[in-house]
């Protein structure tokens, strides 16, 4: 019998909830643990040998250990949900597309202003803002007429602006104006096996 993998988290953590939540739509068996980041252990052996750069998530499947939450999302769709990711070039390369915004502007904007008022980082909240608009515009655009970022079903595509574009009022950028946006979030939400991450105004040490 196979032991489920292991999802080394935090529960304020976006990039976490991204892995914990598609390991929860895709229905593969998961254990989570949570790392005590106010407290370091993310610096700290025995994470730190899992991921030298002290981040969560990480996930451990048997031998295989993988930390960034986008190379997870992959390896777990290749290997366990490939209706997640489309085996076609071009699907596949607009999936892509989505991943890296979830890494730049998304990361960038919302996360980022996210991380001022929950984390009381030290960031530019005016650069913040103006990068959240930017990507959420690009985004309301794409997704006029369509229930999904890519193709006709759910991939890692939404998930991975998922859980930052939710929660983007925690850093005070608004989703008002922004409808297909909120299409696409409830969406995610209506999937079965769909888990949240906590809403906070907490200020707490991030290790994100």
């Known amino acids: 019998m196979s ?3 292991r999802i080394h988290s935090f529960p304020l953590s976006g990039h976490a909830h991204r892995v914990r939540l598609f390991a929860s739509l895709a229905g593969i068996d998961h254990e989570v643990i949570d790392v005590d980041l106010p407290n370091g252990a993310h610096k700290q052996e025995p994470f730190i040998s899992l991921n030298p750069a002290g981040q969560v998530p990480v996930m451990e499947d048997g031998d295989t250990v993988i930390s960034d939450a986008n190379a997870i999302l992959v390896y777990l769709a290749r290997k366990y949900a490939p209706s997640y990711i489309p085996s076609d070039p071009k699907g596949e390369a ?3 597309k989505f991943l890296t915004l979830a890494a730049g502007e998304i990361a960038f904007g919302p996360a980022a202003a996210r991380l001022i008022t929950v984390f009381g980082a030290p960031l530019d909240a ?3 803002q103006a990068t959240a608009d930017k990507v959420l515009g ?3 655009a794409h997704l006029a007429g369509r229930e999904y970022l890519v193709g006709d079903s759910p991939t890692i595509a939404d998930i991975a602006i998922y859980t930052y574009t939710a929660h983007a009022p925690e850093g005070n950028v608004s ?3 922004y409808p297909n946006v909120q299409k696409l979030l409830n969406n995610v939400e209506a999937l079965d096996g ?3 991450m906590p809403k906070t105004e907490a200020g707490l040490s991030s290790g994100e």
């Open 3 to 5: 032991q489920p993998i």
């Open 94 to 96: 607009e999936v892509q």
């Open 126 to 128: 005016d650069f913040c």
């Open 138 to 140: 690009k985004l309301e």
């Open 175 to 177: 989703l008002d104006a």
């Open 194 to 196: 769909f888990v949240g």
